[in-house]
């Protein structure tokens, strides 16, 4: 819950702070080894992640575009704009931890706040 807030996420902030509960229930915690592909451009879209620990590539094309650390997120794109795929493919550079919500979970949570 305490990483929600840290990582001031703007469309969480917004967020009652009673609410935190839910959203950390709604969370999965999932692991990732330097190198493993978390998900490819183009693919559907179905997770939206924060980035608990850890370093994530931003690719698209091929080409890094960004590089992303500790409280930041990625994913969110394929959840909110119906019918779009993933805009880049993201891959974890070290040992990752990633906090994950599903796309049902992440529309829902926001039509019931």
């Given at each position: 819950i305490q990483s929600f807030k840290a990582f001031r996420i703007p469309f969480f902030e917004?967020?009652?702070e009673s609410?935190?509960?839910?959203?950390a229930r709604d969370c999965k915690l999932e692991q990732f080894?330097?190198?493993e592909v978390i998900f490819a451009e183009g693919e559907p879209g179905d997770r939206f992640y924060i980035i608990s620990r850890g370093q994530v590539s931003v690719r698209?094309?091929?080409k890094e575009i960004a590089r992303l650390g500790t409280g930041r997120y990625f994913g969110e794109v394929s959840l909110v704009i119906?019918?779009?795929d993933r805009t880049a493919t993201c891959i974890a550079t070290k040992k990752s931890t990633l906090m994950s919500m599903d796309k049902e979970n992440?529309?829902?949570f926001f039509e019931n706040t």
């Amino acid at each position: 819950i305490q990483s929600f807030k840290a990582f001031r996420i703007p469309f969480f902030e917004a967020i009652p702070e009673s609410k935190y509960v839910d959203l950390a229930r709604d969370c999965k915690l999932e692991q990732f080894d330097a190198h493993e592909v978390i998900f490819a451009e183009g693919e559907p879209g179905d997770r939206f992640y924060i980035i608990s620990r850890g370093q994530v590539s931003v690719r698209r094309d091929g080409k890094e575009i960004a590089r992303l650390g500790t409280g930041r997120y990625f994913g969110e794109v394929s959840l909110v704009i119906e019918g779009c795929d993933r805009t880049a493919t993201c891959i974890a550079t070290k040992k990752s931890t990633l906090m994950s919500m599903d796309k049902e979970n992440f529309r829902g949570f926001f039509e019931n706040t």
